[in-house]
């Protein structure tokens, strides 16, 4: 492949023998800027390291969100009673 070529064989991330391509920002973007010579340990690190940190950012903010929830609760409640009595108004 022209990227492999491109970059003489070297991992870009470790210097070893490439013999993958990857998407340096992980899309659709398939041009040779985006594109970049790795190799097949690197390739696997990077492709889990993004789908875990993901992962990793929704479940903390799933986390939060419950643990915030006892306390928003009161919040929500006031904020719900005052709703309809806006609208009785109408
Ligand atoms: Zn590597």
Known sequence: MRILRRDAYACQLC???ATEVD???AGDDHSDENLQ???TPCHARKSSSEGGAARARELR??????????EQ?????????AKPRENKGF
Request: glycine share 8%.
């Open 15 to 17: 210097g070893a023998e």
């Open 23 to 25: 998407h340096i920002k």
């Open 37 to 39: 010579a790795i190799c």
């Open 61 to 70: 903010q799933l986390r939060a969100m419950i643990k915030r929830k006892p």
């Open 73 to 81: 609760t009161p919040g929500r409640t006031h904020w719900r009673d």
